[in-house]
């Protein structure tokens, strides 16, 4: 079992930044592939960026590409997702997620645990 607890979310004007970061319990962190995913109100939850368990491979939805940049601290049992030049469309509840092995996925079924999830709100 992993349980992982999102932080960081909160209230940004547009053009700012905001850094999540998500702490994992349980299992071996190092041996799991993580994944950032964000649900917008009366929207499907949609894939933002995933990075394989030893942190050289990242790959990005192409909607945060060059603005967002995910990484990992496997010593501290830790993923990050720093966003830059935030937008309005953005806002939504960012969510965490861990899948077993070291590939990184894009699709969420592929993914065994999730957090709570965090609120971003990006005004104009």
């Known amino acids: 079992q992993v349980q992982l607890v999102e932080s960081g979310g909160g209230l940004v004007q547009a053009g700012g930044s905001l850094r999540l970061s998500c702490a994992a319990s349980?299992?071996?962190?190092?041996?799991?592939?993580m994944g950032w995913f964000r649900q917008a109100p009366g929207k499907e939850r949609e894939f933002v960026a995933t990075?394989?368990?030893?942190?050289?491979?990242?790959f990005y939805a192409e909607s945060v590409k060059g603005r967002f940049t995910i990484s990992r601290d496997n010593a501290k049992s830790t993923v990050y997702l720093q966003m830059n030049s935030l937008k309005p469309e953005d806002t939504a509840v960012f969510s965490c997620?861990?899948?077993?092995?070291?590939?990184?996925?894009?699709?969420?079924?592929?993914?065994?645990?999730w957090g709570q999830g965090t609120q971003v709100t990006v005004s104009s």
């Open positions: 997620a861990a899948s077993p092995g070291a590939v990184a996925r894009t699709q969420a079924y592929e993914y065994n645990y």
């Open positions: 349980g299992r071996t962190f190092s041996r799991y592939a």
């Open positions: 990075i394989g368990a030893s942190g050289v491979f990242t």
